[in-house]
């Protein structure tokens, strides 16, 4: 079992928001499967599950708000017994263009507070991650930027990246980190 986490802020106001990047992520991916997203309270995110090959897969959005994304991973991760190799963590990140992605297999926080709880609660850097490049940043602070909508001006460069960001998941789940890099990075 494989689990893909994409990161973001529920709520109608954030939905188009940059900070949604993993949440666009993993809507995209839950059409693509024909599945919906359900919440679960019990677990702090929505959630859903489709097969692939021999090989569920969950697909998760936590309700937290992105600084307590931990919380929510950490309690699908136990409920469903699934190991930290077996996740993908997919967000937003400021120092990539929009349009680019880059997988790895991991590393810091980067300043990205969703990660950085996710690597308090996991206790560990090693978690696999797809980075949706937002950027670049304009000369205003980052935490206002994150929680501006996309400008219409963007709309095609961001329908191009989710689509590439999806067909990179399917890639990473039948293929593994190394070689998606070396293809999708």
């Given at each position: 079992m494989k689990l893909v986490a994409g990161l973001g802020n529920v709520?109608?106001?954030?939905?188009?928001?940059?900070?949604?990047?993993?949440?666009?992520?993993?809507?995209?991916?839950?059409?693509?499967?024909?599945?919906?997203?359900?919440?679960?309270?019990?677990?702090?995110?929505?959630?859903t599950k489709y097969y692939r090959g021999i090989e569920d897969v969950i697909l998760m959005k936590p309700t937290t708000y992105m600084n307590l994304s931990g919380e929510a991973l950490s309690a699908v991760m136990?409920?469903?017994?699934?190991?930290?190799?077996?996740?993908?963590?997919?967000y937003d990140d400021l120092s990539l263009e929009l349009g680019k992605i880059r997988f790895r297999p991991n590393g810091s926080d980067g300043g990205h507070n969703g990660i950085k709880?996710?690597?308090?609660?996991?206790?560990?850097?090693?978690?696999?991650?797809?980075?949706?490049?937002?950027?670049?940043?304009?000369?205003?602070?980052?935490?206002?930027?994150?929680?501006?909508e996309f400008y219409k001006?963007?709309?095609?460069?961001?329908?191009?990246?989710?689509?590439?960001?999806?067909?990179?998941?399917?890639?990473?789940l039948d293929y593994g980190m190394e070689k998606t890099q070396n293809k999708y990075n």
């Open positions: 709520g109608a106001k954030y939905t188009f928001t940059r900070h949604n990047a993993g949440f666009m992520v993993a809507d995209k991916l839950a059409i693509m499967n024909d599945v919906t997203f359900k919440e679960n309270s019990k677990l702090k995110c929505l959630i136990n409920y469903y017994k699934i190991d930290i190799k077996d996740v993908l963590v997919v709880n996710i690597i308090k609660h996991a206790g560990t850097q090693d978690i696999a991650r797809l980075k949706i490049g937002i950027g670049p940043q304009p000369p205003i602070p980052s935490e206002q930027f994150v929680l501006q001006s963007q709309m095609e460069d961001l329908k191009a990246v989710l689509k590439k960001a999806v067909e990179g998941i399917d890639f990473y």
